[in-house]
């Protein structure tokens, strides 16, 4: 996609989804919106009216003067709108037909369908937004769980990008202060405090360092927890599943890069995503199943996971053995399950006692998975990279840094120190779309978005 097609055009998408609704809006954004407004609405004339105000009246087909539908436009003057520019979106009846012929009358009438996610690029593109906050607009729609939720609205109100541009603005003081040294050269002299500027480095590794180690909480948040349930055949697994997923199934829609290839059931724990994977092969009998084919899936599913429930039948524990798991020991919660059947049970350290059945001690077990998955509580004020393309930038920024730290310990010439500096800067910049960023990867960044966001 080229990111500068088409700016003068003005576009238009249907932004509420698909399907019946009481209300379907469409969206209009460009240098033309309210001149094509007014084409299609019958009411007060919009090219006379503020910024910010609402009208009602009704939209007529451009060529045959038939009316359409009775709805209310929203007017929105750039740059104070979205996208910067001016922005009319039309509140109609939630009916797809009625939506098409509103969004065919704006064609009509000259503007342009919307490609995925150009509404947000064109605010990126000016200004309104920086690339890490549109990327947040992304996450947000995607967001289905309460910590994901506020990862992305921390993100999009500017939390990170807060924390990036105070790291670029240490970083550039640092080089106008080698860059002046490099001026005065002849002269021999030392503007810049080589000691200072090696606590400077070290400070910058620190942010960068917490930041890059935020990013596996931030996957946690973004992806969610995956949870494979293992045991012998009647150890109880379908059972514990059931009670684990009462009441507490979460609403769920497609997450980007996940691919579905076996059937989850999901469950939302203090505002985080668990994935209980491969429930499929739990429901269905496996007592019949040959046991090395159910091992086969069980280890798959141990290594996939990133924590393991060992589902152990309390009445016959010494048939629980499992040597297979044995190296999956750090992401395994020890499950005994019955406790309701041995009155005086012994558990093993560290193992967790249920009774699947009765519903007995699944909430300090859902505790227990938390802890092991987020840690005590998740401060979302606190900056979390969620992202990837971010992460690698951050990786590579630390890159640089290293080599600056590097190149200072051997005394190399502020000129060379230069160019591990200006590198530093640029991953930073990738990150807000501060310096220019290679088109393939707005394309992708947009392109992933719903049409009309
Ligand atoms: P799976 O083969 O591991 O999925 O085991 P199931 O969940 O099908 O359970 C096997 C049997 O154990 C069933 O008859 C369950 O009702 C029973 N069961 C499961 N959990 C408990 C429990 O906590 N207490 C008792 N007494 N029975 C249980």
Redesign the pocket.
Known sequence: MNVLAGIEETIVAIATPPGVGAIGVIRLSGKDAIAIADKIFKGKKLAAQPSHTLHFGRIVAPDTGEVIDEVVISLFRGPKSYTGEDVIEISGHGSPYILQTILEACTKAGARMALPGEFTQRAFLNGKLDLAQAEAVADLIAANSKAAQKAALNQLRGGFSGDLKQLREQLINFAALIELELDFSDEDVEFADRKQFQELIAQLKTQTRRLLESFQLGNVIKNGVSVAII?K???????LLNALLNEERAIVSDIAGTTRDTIEETLNIKGVLFRLIDTAG?REH??DQIESIGIARSKQNAEKAHIILH?VDATTPEQAEMDWLAPFATKTIEVW??I??VPHLRLPEGAMGI????NLGIDALKERMYTQAVGTAIDTEDTIVTNARHFDALNKMMESLEAIEAGMAANLSGDLLTIDIRRALHYLGEITGQVEVDRDILGTIFGKFCIGK
């Open positions: 045991g055949p009647n150890a109880g697994k379908s059972t739990i496996t007592s589902v399950n019955k309701d059947r009774a699947a059945k009765q």
